[in-house]
């Protein structure tokens, strides 16, 4: 399903991830006298100096407003903001840069998405159509959305521990009612794959429109939109090697054309009078106030680092490193596994028998292994499968085989220490 | 293990959240507190037999980590025979120990074993969590409260 | 007015304004062969080395995801954050940190509550009263929760040329019917300061809600929300030395707690289930998602440096090159000057008989002076004023008097060339 | 002056500007077309006496900066006598040389002079204004059209 999905970016090269490794200067610190192994990748990505260095060029080089200046700070400013859509546009392929629109991360897309179309094209007796494996933010908005429409939610089901999607009920409610259907493409807390591009496909058909949160997908394997065939994809900078504070919005440009604005102000403008304003088309229609213009600089920065190292060697790489440690668990007593057995994105989720997931991780805190526990946002799916939380472990490129060793050896000792 | 772990799992906290005590709903309960952590997910409620202004008996109820599970069981074995104004005060005094990590009074008591959370800022919250609700059931507050802005 | 709106910072410092000046990597740069004179501070100021550093420091020692991790990278990026918004809190005098709600900026601030407290609060019938000199960041969002309630919009008018508000018209405008009052502190193309101070007791009395732009005074002049005694206040960071990305909207405790969620997702909720979500109280309620993390902590580090000058200091220099700048301008022939004659805050917007604005800044640029032309988001105001835009020279600490003077001296070379 | 300012505003140049040559409305004219620069507020009218798919005279109105007029003047010069096809022609030429900066061909005579504009990416969307409002109304097409989300 997954290699589908993919644009072969560089398959064939010989990876050198311990060069890749110390790229973070981050990554070389040690955290309660011992050396940091960081796996909560899933939270958010941890930058290599190249991103950094975008940044601080920026800003002691090329800083101003962007679009409504002439000067040249302005100009470069503008330039290299517009660069970051272009390189973004290619990133996911998106047929053109006038399609990607710069948020503050994946939750203000789904926000901007559900006010914007959803105000409109939403009416009492349509249900939006979500999965029970959604993070707060594929859930919460559409919640307040459907208050304001009095459209109505509903879920496709999670088959159990193992985390999969019940494609079998999708039949029974992927309707004609349905107006909007939004799902993650990989699931932060099971490691769950989804089956996007059939997930699309079937909605089409139906001529229900689609968004994918790729939030945890995006910097892990290749996403190409049109193959896809999503009407709306969104994911966030900072867990993709780029800074806090931007993330990125991909709307079909047709479904983005007609779509009333969201937030008012300065760029998004042709003209405004005291009592009436007509507006830009997208992306800068979306685009409200002055952008976050090192943000997208230093997402650019991202990109291109991502790209270099190839997004099929970081997925392989993260799914190595995910079953590995899957495998290793699994061979501990008193433990509770979640997500699927076999095809699992770069993270594992446990519980301990009779060890809260936080006491998990307060203590590898202090062995220097940082993992997260909690709801990791999916209250609604922990409920459903009778826990409140789990203690996650989650990788990206610069995690190695022995860090996953030092993380089991920490479990088990964990497992001691509470005289479990 | 190293210092600061055993600062926070100290061998009495340990063995209350593995032993809980008073871990039941009460008979002849007539006040009770919830207390609800939103970054965990965890709650508890806390009940209490009151007779006029002093607790009679004390008990909880509720799931959550080790911290949050020995502080409750600690809470209801200290809080019998206080007075509400006693609860209040013994309230502040935790909380200011739980936060700063200074044992300012004797006050406490065996309840001294929670200075050590101090050093872990994302576990106070779990420690002060069966606080926040015998603090509400003394007050006779309605409804859940929450560690949510809890100024730790 | 504004004297006695300030908390005195360091009144009596000596300053060193050219070692300040040196605190800037980028202003020490030829621009198409000329050094660059930076006068386009009003749309966005230059950042010191010591907020590029923190940015650096954060991203290579601290990051991490904020509020659900417990691990060591996960608190003290929590704790950055934290103090963060508690040094906002301080530096406009909030009474609790709780009041400080961190946006993108000032755009997202008006808009944040022209959707959360508009919608909930504004009827048929209701005014929400603006005043002709506002940015279309003060005036969009209005008009679009004004067609959603069926609110209507009146404008306090400006004066003319000289760019005051008119006072004489606020009895009869500034009425019971008015639930909103929206008015900018210091106007971005007039540089007008407004009585804040006095606007908000007029509105008080009536009940009416107030909302103070500080777009351009937050890092211009001190700032006291308690003695401004408005209900709402927002401001950017990229104006006031800070990173891009992110700003403010401070709130008044009483007013936020009975404000709606604006966007929906992780971090500001208590509880989700599927149909049902409790929400955090503020300032976490209006933060959904992942915030700009790095960029809470540039702003924290812009903060510390500016009372580290002291804004009377800042205030008082940018004054005396408005006015020294105006001064020399008034002696030109052929030129058109707006906003007042005295008292204006730190920039000069002039318009050149028979020279577009446009071709002043290009030509200004290609002597390495950085103007802005343009309607600079007052399209309104520009056609009152009967004009489509003027020319900008807009001051901060880092500006010299000698550059004023060499930007008169391009000026006159302009006139020149246009042979006018 | 620079070389570059000269490149921008040749002589020409400013010699249209502040002299723009058809600047008025047009007794007899059956098109018409608007552009607005969004950027700087500035908007033209063009307008056209057709004859069949020829443009038998052109003129312009409306304000803004040196290289607008300077353009909308030289454009109702050069636009007389060509058919709708040739306009269209031209349009693209026009908008290649301003955005390159290079004249790849013969066909656009006069207009190289704003071949300099390309090294003022700002100044792009100044130059091109009246083109588009020509370029609307020889495709008769109504209402305003803006160089937004030009691509240039
Ligand atoms: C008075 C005023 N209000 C609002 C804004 C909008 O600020 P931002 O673009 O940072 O959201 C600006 C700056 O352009 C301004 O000067
Ligand atoms: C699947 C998924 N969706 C949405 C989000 C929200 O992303 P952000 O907080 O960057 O807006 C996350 C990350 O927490 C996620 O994992
Ligand atoms: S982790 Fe939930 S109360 Fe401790
Ligand atoms: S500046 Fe408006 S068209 Fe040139």
């Known amino acids: ?420 | 293990m190293s210092d600061d772990l055993d600062d926070l799992y100290q061998q009495v906290i340990l063995d209350h959240c593995k032993s809980p005590r008073n871990f039941h709903t009460l008979d002849g309960a007539n006040r009770k507190g919830e207390g609800y952590n939103p970054l965990c997910g965890d709650n508890y409620t806390v009940f209490l037999k009151m007779n006029g202004d002093v607790v009679e008996d004390a008990s909880f109820q509720g799931s959550g980590c080790c911290i949050s599970k020995a502080s409750a069981s600690l809470l209801t074995a200290t809080v019998k025979g206080k007075t509400k104004a006693e609860v209040q005060a013994l309230f502040a005094k935790v909380h200011d120990m739980m936060t700063t990590g200074t044992v300012s009074d004797e006050g406490v008591g065996k309840l001294a074993v929670f200075a050590g959370v101090h050093k872990f800022p994302a576990r106070v919250k779990c420690a002060i969590l069966s606080w926040h609700a015998v603090l509400a059931a003394v007050e006779g507050k309605d409804g859940p409260v929450s560690t949510e802005n809890e100024s730790d």
């Open chain 1, 1 to 420: 399903m997954i290699t589908q999905d993919t644009i072969p970016t560089r398959p064939n090269k010989m990876t050198d991830w311990a060069k890749l490794r110390a790229d973070f200067p981050i990554l070389d610190q040690q955290v309660h006298g011992h050396p940091l192994i960081y796996f909560d990748n899933a939270a958010s990505s941890q930058k290599p100096r190249a991103v950094i260095e975008a940044l601080d060029r920026y800003y002691e080089r090329d800083n101003a407003n962007v679009h409504r200046g002439i000067h040249e700070l302005s100009n470069r400013a503008t330039t290299a903001f517009e660069a970051a859509r272009e390189r973004v546009a290619k990133f996911i392929n998106a047929k053109t840069p006038e399609e990607i629109i710069f948020t503050r991360g994946t939750t203000e897309g789904i926000n901007l998405v559900a006010q914007a179309w959803g105000t409109k094209n939403l009416r009492p007796g349509d249900t939006i159509l979500l999965t029970e494996m959604e993070h707060h933010s594929n859930i919460v908005p559409w919640q307040l959305v459907a208050e304001r429409t009095g459209a109505k939610l509903a879920y496709l089901p999670v088959t159990g521990d193992e985390g999969l999607l019940d494609l079998s009920k999708l039949d029974q409610l992927l309707t004609r009612e349905v107006k909007l259907f939004a799902f993650t493409h990989i699931s932060n807390s099971l490691g769950t794959v989804n089956p996007v591009a059939e997930l699309c496909e079937r909605a089409r058909k139906l001529g229900v429109t689609t968004l994918v949160d790729a939030a945890q997908s995006a910097g892990h394997l290749a996403l190409d939109v049109q193959k896809i065939g999503c009407d709306f994809l969104v994911f966030s900078s900072h867990k993709i090697c780029g800074p806090t504070g931007i993330g990125v919005l991909w709307g079909r440009q047709e479904v983005l054309d007609a779509m009333p604005p969201y937030q008012g102000g300065g760029e998004m403008i042709l003209t405004v009078d005291f009592f009436k304003t007509t507006y830009k088309k997208a992306p800068h229609r979306f685009e409200a106030g002055t952008p976050d213009i090192s943000g997208a600089i230093g997402l650019h920065a991202a990109l291109d680092y991502l790209d270099a190292i190839g997004r099929e060697n970081i997925f392989k790489h993260d799914q190595e490193l995910a079953a590995y440690a899957y495998e290793q668990l699994t061979q501990l007593k008193g433990i509770r596994l979640f997500g699927p057995k076999t095809g699992r994105a770069g993270l594992v989720s446990f519980l301990l028998d009779d060890v809260h997931a936080h006491d998990v991780v307060t203590v590898a805190d202090q062995r220097g292994v940082a993992l997260r526990g909690g709801h990791h946002c999916n209250q609604p799916l922990m409920k459903k499968l009778g826990i409140v939380s789990t203690a996650r472990a989650s990788f990206y490129f610069y995690n190695t085989r022995a860090e996953v060793d030092r993380f089991i050896e920490v479990v088990r000792g964990i497992q001691k220490f509470f005289g479990t």
